[in-house]
Every structure is written in structure tokens, then in C-alpha cells.
């Protein structure tokens, strides 16, 4: 590990074009690409899994609305991905694919939670509800929040919707809708860049009255 | 995202080896996992940890609380014993993060976690936390987030967790578990300033191990919340924030617990406003007059001196809000 404390490249005050010079745009660049990793000159990298012979990919069996499933995946795979790759259920939606903005939100053993930050590998046993299982019946039949969301005009472009939808359930089960208020602050974590909130909350508020 | 192995551990004797072995410890995975897809962090190997039995909350002599490293923080922020004895524990992981991620990330993650400075995850941009020696893109850049309390000539970053400002105004101790055995920590020892060493955030030894985090006891009745200030309502991080505790017998302050976020390189406690308030009895000049030492030591960069008037202004918010529960203000 490092013995001497770290110099700083860039003095306090120093203009912020200084900061992204040519000369270190360069460096950083070609840390990046020798080798696929940026190592300073004084960090040991960590042994490669590959070079440990240890596995990159696992099997993992997991019951996904109502139904069995088993999958070999890498490591690397997200819910997120496993759900609209693997299994065509692109219900679920990327957008951000860091947790920021809620498009991926699905039920986990009953809690909404990010796809895209859930490793697949992980949900060994687990229960996944997705968009696609909340009204299996058919296209006739919709959940009463699905309903809702019509009835109140809360959506444009729709891309957010499964997200909101899937939030909105958990945001009912935990009883986080007894004013417009609560419901706004516990659906914070879905983004919806067509500016629907003022109907979204009332979609909320007309599904928590009726389920 | 770097190809890593990934093991399930089911008990801590499992847990240790794999993390002897140079394993990566992963809990709720909220920010590893999106550290990873940046290539921020890269493990060779992940050591599942949400198996292992350290998901209870439980009471401890005298009133204080133990919480498990693998509650998350959904449920610790509606656990009963933690809405009654601690507010403003409830309070600061409530205003963390959004729902589905509360749902996900745990106690001991949430401590354990990195900081949000752009810079750091932005792998063109220099930075010391991330590739010691680089240089800190944000010092000379744009830091109207950074911190104006803890920095060095290394780094600026604030610490992001809410909750650790709950934490740190209460006292609390983080249990650690590693090959050396147990250990308990000052969480105000535990989480590093940067100094000369930014790369280290956490004073975790390799292949340690959170177990708990430990709230002591504090003289009841005890009064308690959390005010976070941000650019947005919600889901999003503080630029300034406040957790305080008071205790009054008789009118009289007898203690002050308050700490404040969003301003320091860590947590940063605020011994300068309680010891204004001990021996005091409630007033709004007395709020005021506490808050003014609330940014004692500040050093603000280029864009964010604001800062330290509003983390004043927080401060003196929340003693008035807490101040008036705990037995009005004259």
C-alpha cells in the first residue's frame, strides 16, 4: 500500500480548465486501457478471478410471477437485465441503471427494490413480481392501480410507468399513502421526466382506496 | 463492471475466512454494485453477507440500542424501539435515499458506504480517494457540494449518509468482528477524516467485519429529530443537515447532542454549540446564539461558502424544533 501520503496534482484555487488538461485526460486514459484496469504505480491490483480459476458465472433458480426459473448467468448480471434479456419480460424498464430514477423497480419477497443494483446471482429462492404479474389473467384484466393510472392520466411517454406502478404497490403495502403528501415523499424514488406527479399521486391515492 | 466470483456465506466463521482470503464483503449492495459498473470498484471476489444473523434490533441495559449491521434501513427507521427511544435515527434514514433503495441497503453498508463527490465517480476525473496520488479534481473545480469542515489538500469529499449524523450526535460505537476478534469503535474514530490518506475512509482493518451499531444510553426523557436542507425535497443528498437530542430537567438543558451533515469530510460533531446549551434554559436567543458556532472552523471553497450560513440556519431550525418538544421555549 501506499507509504507516502498522495500529492495533489491541482493546487487549492487552481482554475477548473486546469483540471481536465490533455496531459491528464492522456494518463488517465492510458491507465484504462493497458491492462483494462487504472492501477497506480503503488497498488498491488487484486488477482483477476480468472486467474484464481474461481467461477464467474453461477446458476441461479428463482420463481419469477408465479413461475419457476433457472438460469446460468455471470456474476455480473443484474435482475434488471435477467428479467428483459434472458427471460423477454421488458415490462421492466432500464433507465438510469444506477438506482437514481426507478424505472427498473420490481418486488423482491414482497419489497420494491432497484433491479438494476440486485446481482441475479443473489436471488437464489426469491420471489420476483414484475409489471407482467401483477394482472396474469390476461389483457382484460388489469390490477387496480394499473386501472388507475388510465382513469387518471398518469402517464405520457409511459417508459416510467411498470417502475411507478411497481413502487406504488409497495407504497400501498406499507400504508405510506394517507395524504397526498406521503404518497408524493414515498414515490420520490421514481422519476418521471414527462412531469405526470400531480396524477401519478392521485392514481396512488385512488388505488389505496379501493384495494 | 469487472468479472468477479461470488460466494454465500451462512455463518461468521465463513464470513472471516472468505474476507482473510481478500473477499469483498457485500450486504445490500446498493452502492457496491453501482460502484462496480463504474469501475470505481472493482473486487476480484464478493463474499455475500445477508445470510448471516445480524438482522435483529435489540434493547441494551440502561436504554440504549443495538443494530444489527444487517437491518436495513427501512427497517430500522420503523422499528418501534427506534421511533420511540431515537427520532432522529428514524428521521435521518427516512430522509435517505429513496424507498426501494431503503428497502435494499443495510445499517452496516450505510456506514461502510463511499462518498457521492462526482469526481470520485467519474473515472476520467483525478482523485486521490479513488487512485491515491492523482490529485483532487474537485479542490480547483466545481464544489458547491463539498465539504467547508475536514478537508485536506487531498480531498473535499463529503461524507453522504444521513443516518451517520444520527449516529455520531448520539454517541454511538460500531462493533467490529475480524480475525483479531471482536472490537468496538467510537463511530466519530471509526469514519476517517481524509488528511494525507483519502483513499481511507473507514478505520476497518482488512477482513473486518460490522456487526452492530450500538447507541448508548442517554438520561431520559430525551428529545430528538433531524432536519436535512437539499436542493430538492426528496432523494436527494444534504447540502447541510442537523440531527440534535436534548435533555431538560426542570427547564434546564442538562444535555445536547447535535452534529451536523452534508458540511464535513465526516459527520461533524458540534461540541462548540453543546456546551453553549448545557446549563441553559430554552430560548430563541439561546437557539440563535448556539448556532452561530455551528460552522467554528469552516473553510469553504470556491463554491460553496454558502454553506456555512445555512448550516447555521440549520442548526438553529432544528434546536427550536426539537427544543420546543423537549419542554417548550420561553
Keep these: 500500500m501506499a507509504s507516502e501520503p498522495p500529492g495533489s496534482r491541482v493546487p487549492l484555487g487552481a482554475e477548473p480548465a486546469s483540471l481536465f488538461s490533455r496531459r491528464t485526460f492522456i494518463a488517465t486514459a492510458t491507465a484504462v486501457t493497458v491492462g483494462g484496469v487504472a492501477v497506480a504505480s503503488d497498488v498491488v491490483p487484486e488477482p483477476s478471478p480468472q486467474a484464481t480459476g474461481a467461477p464467474v458465472s453461477g446458476r441461479v433458480s428463482l420463481v419469477v410471477n408465479g413461475e419457476g426459473r433457472t438460469a446460468t448467468i455471470d456474476n455480473r448480471t443484474s435482475l434488471l437485465d435477467l428479467l428483459r434479456e434472458r427471460f423477454g419480460l421488458t415490462g421492466t424498464k432500464k433507465g438510469c441503471d444506477a438506482g437514481a430514477c426507478g424505472a427498473c423497480t420490481v418486488l423482491v419477497d414482497g419489497r420494491r427494490v432497484n433491479a438494476c443494483l440486485t446481482l441475479a446471482v443473489r436471488l437464489e429462492g426469491a420471489e420476483v413480481t414484475t409489471i407482467e404479474g401483477l394482472a396474469p389473467g390476461g389483457d382484460d384484466e388489469l390490477h387496480p392501480l394499473q386501472q388507475a393510472f388510465i382513469e387518471q392520466d398518469a402517464f405520457q411517454c409511459g417508459y416510467c410507468t411498470p417502475g411507478q406502478i411497481m413502487s406504488g404497490i409497495g407504497c400501498i403495502q406499507e400504508g405510506h399513502t394517507r395524504s397526498p403528501g406521503e404518497i408524493r415523499e414515498w414515490m420520490s424514488g421514481n422519476i418521471c421526466r414527462c412531469g405526470c406527479y400531480v396524477n401519478i399521486v392521485k392514481a396512488v391515492e385512488q388505488a389505496a382506496g379501493t384495494t | ?330
Design chain 2, 1 to 330: 463492471m469487472h468479472p468477479f466470483s461470488y460466494t454465500k456465506v451462512s455463518d461468521l466463521a465463513g464470513a472471516l475466512a472468505a474476507g482473510r482470503r481478500g473477499g469483498r464483503y457485500l450486504a445490500g449492495g446498493t452502492m457496491l454494485v453501482d460502484l462496480m459498473r463504474e469501475s470505481v470498484e472493482r473486487p476480484s471476489v464478493l463474499v455475500d453477507i445477508s445470510a448471516l444473523p445480524l438482522g435483529e434490533i435489540t434493547a441494551t441495559a440502561g436504554g440504549g440500542l443495538r443494530i444489527g449491521a444487517l437491518v436495513r434501513m427501512a427497517e430500522a427507521a420503523a422499528h418501534p424501539s427506534v421511533r420511540a427511544a431515537f427520532p432522529v435515527i428514524s428521521q435521518a434514514l427516512e430522509s435517505s435515499a429513496s424507498a426501494q433503495l431503503r428497502n435494499m441497503a443495510t445499517i452496516g453498508g450505510n456506514i461502510m458506504q463511499r462518498t457521492r463527490c462526482p469526481y470520485f465517480r467519474d473515472v476520467t476525473a483525478a482523485c486521490n480517494k479513488r487512485e491515491p496520488g492523482a490529485g483532487c479534481a474537485a479542490l480547483g473545480g466545481f464544489n458547491r457540494a463539498h465539504a467547508i469542515l475536514g478537508a485536506s489538500e487531498h480531498c473535499a469529499a463529503t461524507h453522504p449518509s444521513d443516518v451517520a449524523v444520527a449516529f455520531a450526535a448520539l454517541e454511538a460505537n460500531v462493533h467490529l468482528l475480524g480475525p483479531d476478534g471482536e472490537r468496538s469503535v467510537a463511530l466519530a474514530d471509526f469514519l476517517l477524516p481524509p488528511g494525507g490518506t483519502p483513499q481511507r475512509e473507514q478505520a476497518a482493518r482488512p477482513g473486518e467485519l460490522i456487526t452492530a451499531v450500538e447507541i448508548p444510553a442517554h438520561p431520559r426523557p430525551l428529545r430528538s429529530g433531524y432536519l436535512k436542507v437539499r436542493d430538492r425535497q426528496s432523494y436527494e443528498f444534504a447540502l447541510t443537515s442537523a440531527a440534535v437530542a436534548l435533555h431538560l430537567r426542570d427547564g434546564v438543558i442538562h444535555q445536547a447532542k447535535v452534529a451536523a451533515g452534508g458540511v464535513g469530510t465526516v459527520p461533524w460533531k458540534l461540541p462548540a454549540v453543546e456546551r453553549l446549551l448545557i446549563g441553559e434554559r430554552p430560548s430563541q436567543a439561546l437557539w440563535a446564539e448556539a448556532a452561530e458556532r455551528a460552522a467554528d472552523g469552516a473553510r469553504p471553497l470556491e463554491h460553496n461558502r454558502f454553506k456555512i450560513e445555512l448550516l447555521k440556519r440549520t442548526v438553529e431550525r432544528q434546536l427550536r424544533v426539537v427544543g420546543d418538544l423537549a419542554g417548550g421555549t420561553a
